[in-house]
């Protein structure tokens, strides 16, 4: 079968840096994506792999290993706005996006 | 603003009621999507339109019903539902279903309580 596993929740210090990570299992796979949810609102686009290796935008920063079927976000520089759920979706071989649950990021001063 | 707007916001009906959610999408893409998503769950993907042609039903029950009449506006048509239907109903465009790499950008959401 399809899955997407993170972690439900995580908490982190405002200016410190957090990991959040997804693994997944796909029936084919053409990259991985992830998107922020703020509560209340819609999920917004923040990166896109699909080689291995790390992509940098900002503060932001996303790393896939196809071969270990394994992703993370790394969030620098934490600010309060960055309190959201993150949302882990991998592209499979009809390139229909397979979602995780999600991981709820609790940002304290 | 991300450019899909859904009317209306907030829904409450009954098991026997008959109500349409909208969903407008102003980027020019050509695929829109319809999912739910309930609380501590994956989003479920419903439906799929690419070029306004049903490309993707995932077995949703019956008494959910899209209709895209363009590339801009999709609609959910809703008739018997019950309540573990009560969910938020994202839609979604991107500008195509069938290559990667192309993001999905939703609109704010539906939120539907079925009493």
């Known amino acids: 079968g399809q899955n997407i596993d993170q972690p439900t929740e995580m908490t982190a210090t405002e200016g410190a840096i957090v990991q959040i990570n997804c693994t997944y299992q796909t029936s084919g796979f053409n990259g991985l994506f992830w998107y922020q949810q703020h509560a209340g609102e819609a999920p917004t686009f923040l990166s896109y792999n699909v080689l291995d290796g790390l992509e940098e935008k900002g503060r932001f920063s996303s790393f896939l290993s196809r071969s270990k079927g394994y992703s993370y976000l790394l969030l620098k520089e934490l600010q309060m706005k960055d309190s959201a759920s993150y949302l882990c979706a991998a592209s499979d071989s009809n390139y229909q996006l397979i979602w995780g649950a999600g991981t709820k990021l609790i940002i304290k001063p | ?115």
Do not use: I
């Open chain 2, 1 to 115: 603003e991300t450019g899909v707007t859904q009317t209306p916001r907030h829904l409450v009906m009954g098991m026997t009621n008959k109500k349409s959610l909208k969903c407008e999408q102003h980027l020019g893409h050509n695929a829109m999507y319809w999912y739910k998503q309930s609380a501590k769950k994956p989003l479920e993907l419903m439906f799929v339109y690419s070029l306004e042609e049903r490309v993707e039903n995932n077995s949703v029950p019956s008494r959910f019903s899209p209709e895209c009449p363009n590339s801009s506006h999709l609609f959910l048509h809703l008739h018997t539902l019950q309540p573990e239907d009560s969910a938020l109903y994202l839609c979604a465009s991107s500008q195509g279903d069938r290559e990667g790499g192309y993001e999905q950008y939703f609109g704010p959401g539906t939120r539907l309580t079925v009493t």
